[in-house]
Every structure is written in C-alpha cells, then in structure tokens.
C-alpha cells in the first residue's frame, strides 16, 4: 500500500461490486483503495451470468479477457417443470441477434480476480489478505441519535496480511463486502426477505450430461417433484457441472433425519432432494463429485437506506434477491457502475451527501423490482410461464428480455399486465393454500 493513509474513495471487498466501483473511480481520476479479506483468487458461488452484464464488462475493458478464456458461452437458459417436462430453451439471440445477446458461465474465482486485475490497472491500489475491522463514522454532536443516512463516514480500520491495523481517512466510502453487508449490519439497516426465506446446497461435478452444440453452455433450471425445491445446472470448465438445489429454509432442514435428528447433514438433504429430480439424476448418471457439499443460508434481503453521508452500498452489501435468474453478479456490476458514477460526480463537486451518492437508487431499483417479481412469479404455486406465453405469444420477447436482464427501460415491465391477473388466480387455487 502507499504511505498514503488518505484517499478519496476506499472500497471494501473485491468481488465483482466492488472491483467495478474502484475500476471507473480511479479511471476518473480519484485516488482509490480496494481492500478484499482473502487471498485473491478466492472460491465464490455465483457462476452464471446474465446477457446484460455485457456493458459493463464493456466498459471495464474486459470483454476480450473473457472471450480468450475457456469459460463456456451461454446462449440460453432452460426450465424443467415437476413432471420432467423441458421447455423450449430461451435463446437470448433469437430475440437480439447481438453479441451482448451470448454470455459466460465463469469460475468466479477467475471471473473476480479479472475483474480485481482491472481495477488495478485502472489506477486502484487494489490490496487482498486485508480486512476492513470497522467502518469510522463521525461522533454524533452531544451523542444525539443520528439516522442511519446522517452518519458520516470518515473511513476505516484495516487489517493487513502481517497483521498491522491502522486507519485510513477517505471522502467516501463504498461498502461491496457481499453477504457480509459490514455499514448495513454496523447500523441496523439490513432487513432479510420474511417471503424468500431460502437456502441452498451446492457442489460440482465432472462428467455430467450435456446437451449437444450451442446448448451445451446453458444453464438448466430443474423443478422437483412438488416443486418444493428447484436445482440449477451451470456447465464450467474441463467438464465441471455446478448443480445446487435451493428451497425454503424449513422445508430443507427442518425434520429432516440425517444423523442428527431435525439437523440434516447437506449431502443427505441434497441427495433426498435429486431423488426427487428425475431429469437431473439422468443428467448425472456416470458423474463424478468433484467437490463436498457447500451451504449458503436466507440469502436474500435488503438494506433500508442503500447511502448515507459519506457510504454507499453496492451489490450484495446493498441487497439480494434469490439466484434463480443468475441476476446476482449483473446487479453487482449495474449497481456498482451507477454508484461509481454518482460517487465520481460528488466528488468533482465536492457533495458526498447521503442525497447524491443515492443518486442511482431509484433508477436501479426500477429495474431490479421486475426481477424481484419474476422471482415471486417462478415461486407462486399453479402458475406456469408456459402457459401464460401460450396465452399471451406477444409477451414471448418482453420474458425474454428479462431473463436477458434488459429491464432499464421504460416498457420493460409491461409483461407483468397480463400476468398479474394469472398470478392471482394462480394463488387463489386451492391446493396453494
Ligand atoms: C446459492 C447462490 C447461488 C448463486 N448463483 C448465482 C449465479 O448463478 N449467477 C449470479 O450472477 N449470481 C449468483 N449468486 C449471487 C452472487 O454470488 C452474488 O450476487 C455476487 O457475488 C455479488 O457480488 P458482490 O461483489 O456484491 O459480493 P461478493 O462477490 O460476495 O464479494 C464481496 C467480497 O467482500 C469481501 N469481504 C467481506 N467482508 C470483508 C471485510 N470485512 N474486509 C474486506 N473484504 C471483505 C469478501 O471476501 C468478498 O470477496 C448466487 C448466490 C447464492 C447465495
């Protein structure tokens, strides 16, 4: 690190949000720290990108790192519903014949430590093995409760790979820290999702069945049975398969035998779950596990104020919905552009209020809630997405558009007219109750 223990911005965590902010921040020319905890490259779940990631890769300058690499391309996703019947895959060029219309299936690990690189090059003074302790914030005046959006950031406490802690004064900071959601949990802020109470249990495989040609890089998304649960099927490098299975908290854990009673242990669980998945077992058949069985629990939740004076929070450290559209990784790069830009914006003009580094919010958050409802649509029991394009064929592009992550613009949401009285029959059904 410089001598330096003052810069304008300091990003904390150097995950796809986080290199993304320090990337545009030091290329504007504002002196910029990025300080991640692990070693870099680190593991990371999350490996299935959306089409719309493509600008921002764009714009960070490295798109042609991605097409050099072995990543496989993804040019559609694919839903299995709970009796094994396959939809027709969802090519994102059929309805966009671009080439931000294909996209990449990437080991996170190597996808993230890119885009760190990146930042670096850009200008960042880009630090792993460093641990941001705390947050500074200003004292309030005569120890008068502040609102969460009136506490001033000043900086931080870091931790460094030998062990030394020391502070670092900055004009901004931008908390990127993922699910650890540091200012969000500092200040009480971070609220969990009570309807999306989910978790997952995932591992890799090698030797896993796939589809022939350009289907091979899809991501497959597979109901079971009763649709309690669902699983994802990512195709990566060297023949590796990521499959995890994702459903409700207590539907996964609760009761289950495993050899603690009520504690299932994660590979129990998912295999009782694939049990339940006939198209999948058939995709695994001769497979080998390549990896043990990881867990990721109530993932998905928001913080209330996303900035206040002197902080703002990016990517997962601001929110997270539910995997099941691979939005994760796009909104961390859409929400660290925009951020990045307001951030850029106050720091020219000297406003590092709370008010201008949310600047982005209401615009992100207009595109996100399409997301969040496609979410709420996937999860509603009765409701099919076949059934309603069979109903409605001139939404067949608006669906796609989503899944492709198009929904910046102001016609994005006009699916949801149709579907919403589909949707409200759907949960007036009986056996949904
Ligand atoms: C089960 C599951 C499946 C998913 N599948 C997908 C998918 O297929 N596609 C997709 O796009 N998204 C997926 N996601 C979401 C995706 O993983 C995240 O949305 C994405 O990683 C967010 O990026 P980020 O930069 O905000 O946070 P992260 O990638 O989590 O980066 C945060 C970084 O901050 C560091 N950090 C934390 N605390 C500190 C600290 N105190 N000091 C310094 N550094 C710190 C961490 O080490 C980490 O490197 C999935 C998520 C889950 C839970």
């Given at each position: 690190?410089?001598?330096?223990?003052?810069?304008?911005?300091v990003?904390?965590?150097?995950?796809?949000?986080?290199?993304?902010?320090?990337?545009?921040?030091?290329?504007?020319?504002?002196?910029?720290?990025?300080?991640?905890?692990?070693?870099?490259?680190?593991?990371?779940?999350?490996?299935?990108?959306?089409?719309?990631?493509?600008?921002?890769?764009?714009r960070?300058?490295?798109?042609?790192r991605?097409r050099?690499?072995?990543?496989p391309?993804?040019?559609s996703?694919?839903?299995?519903?709970?009796?094994?019947?396959?939809?027709?895959?969802?090519?994102?060029?059929?309805?966009?014949?671009?080439?931000?219309?294909?996209t990449?299936?990437?080991?996170?690990?190597?996808?993230?430590?890119?885009?760190?690189?990146?930042?670096?090059?850009?200008?960042?003074?880009?630090?792993?093995?460093t641990?941001?302790?705390?947050?500074?914030?200003?004292?309030?005046?005569?120890?008068e409760?502040?609102?969460?959006?009136?506490?001033?950031?000043?900086?931080?406490?870091?931790?460094?790979?030998?062990?030394?802690?020391?502070?670092?004064?900055?004009?901004?900071?931008?908390?990127?820290?993922?699910?650890?959601?540091?200012?969000?949990?500092r200040?009480?802020i971070?609220?969990?999702?009570?309807?999306?109470?989910?978790s997952?249990?995932?591992?890799?495989?090698?030797?896993?069945?796939?589809?022939?040609?350009i289907?091979?890089g899809?991501?497959?998304?597979?109901?079971?049975?009763?649709k309690?649960?669902?699983?994802?099927?990512?195709?990566?490098?060297d023949?590796?398969?990521?499959?995890?299975?994702?459903?409700?908290?207590?539907?996964?854990?609760?009761?289950?035998?495993g050899?603690?009673p009520?504690?299932?242990?994660?590979?129990?669980?998912?295999?009782?779950?694939?049990?339940?998945?006939?198209?999948?077992?058939?995709?695994?058949?001769?497979?080998?596990?390549?990896?043990?069985?990881?867990?990721?629990?109530?993932?998905s939740?928001?913080?209330?104020?996303?900035?206040?004076d002197?902080?703002?929070?990016?990517?997962?450290?601001?929110?997270?919905?539910?995997?099941?559209?691979?939005?994760?990784?796009?909104?961390?790069?859409?929400?660290?552009?925009?951020?990045?830009?307001?951030?850029?914006?106050?720091?020219?003009?000297?406003?590092?209020?709370?008010?201008?580094?949310?600047?982005?919010?209401?615009?992100?958050?207009?595109?996100?809630?399409?997301?969040?409802?496609?979410?709420?649509?996937?999860?509603?029991n009765?409701?099919s997405?076949g059934?309603?394009?069979?109903a409605?064929?001139q939404?067949?592009?608006?669906?796609t558009?989503?899944?492709?992550?198009?929904?910046?613009?102001?016609?994005?949401?006009?699916?949801?007219?149709?579907?919403?009285?589909?949707?409200?029959?759907?949960?007036?059904?009986?056996?949904?109750?």
């Amino acid at each position: 690190m410089s001598d330096s223990s003052s810069f304008d911005c300091v990003v904390l965590g150097g995950g796809p949000a986080g290199s993304t902010a320090a990337a545009l921040i030091a290329e504007a020319g504002f002196s910029t720290l990025l300080v991640e905890r692990e070693k870099m490259p680190r593991f990371h779940v999350g490996e299935s990108l959306m089409p719309e990631t493509y600008w921002t890769l764009k714009r960070l300058g490295v798109l042609e790192r991605l097409r050099q690499s072995a990543f496989p391309k993804k040019y559609s996703v694919q839903f299995v519903n709970e009796d094994g019947d396959a939809s027709r895959p969802f090519y994102f060029h059929k309805h966009d014949p671009r080439e931000c219309s294909q996209t990449w299936q990437v080991w996170r690990s190597e996808f993230d430590q890119i885009l760190f690189e990146n930042a670096a090059q850009k200008g960042a003074d880009c630090r792993d093995r460093t641990r941001v302790l705390e947050v500074l914030f200003e004292e309030g005046a005569g120890g008068e409760p502040v609102s969460a959006e009136r506490q001033r950031a000043r900086g931080v406490r870091i931790q460094d790979a030998a062990g030394h802690t020391r502070k670092i004064a900055a004009r901004v900071v931008i908390d990127a820290t993922g699910q650890q959601s540091l200012i969000a949990t500092r200040l009480g802020i971070r609220r969990e999702d009570p309807h999306l109470r989910k978790s997952s249990i995932w591992t890799y495989y090698r030797g896993a069945k796939r589809d022939p040609g350009i289907d091979a890089g899809a991501t497959i998304i597979l109901h079971t049975k009763n649709k309690d649960s669902w699983f994802w099927v990512i195709p990566l490098p060297d023949d590796v398969t990521s499959v995890g299975v994702v459903g409700d908290v207590d539907y996964l854990w609760k009761g289950r035998g495993g050899s603690q009673p009520g504690r299932g242990e994660p590979s129990e669980v998912f295999a009782e779950e694939l049990a339940l998945c006939p198209a999948l077992i058939q995709r695994l058949n001769g497979a080998q596990r390549t990896d043990s069985f990881r867990v990721a629990r109530e993932f998905s939740y928001k913080a209330t104020v996303p900035a206040g004076d002197g902080w703002v929070l990016v990517g997962d450290a601001y929110g997270f919905i539910d995997p099941i559209y691979s939005s994760g990784v796009y909104f961390a790069l859409q929400s660290a552009a925009m951020a990045a830009d307001c951030v850029v914006a106050g720091l020219r003009t000297g406003d590092t209020s709370g008010g201008q580094l949310a600047g982005w919010v209401p615009g992100f958050e207009a595109g996100a809630t399409l997301i969040r409802q496609l979410v709420d649509a996937y999860y509603t029991n009765h409701f099919s997405f076949g059934r309603f394009i069979k109903a409605h064929p001139q939404h067949a592009a608006g669906l796609t558009d989503l899944l492709i992550g198009r929904i910046f613009h102001d016609r994005a949401g006009d699916i949801f007219d149709d579907m919403a009285p589909m949707l409200a029959e759907a949960r007036r059904a009986p056996s949904a109750e």
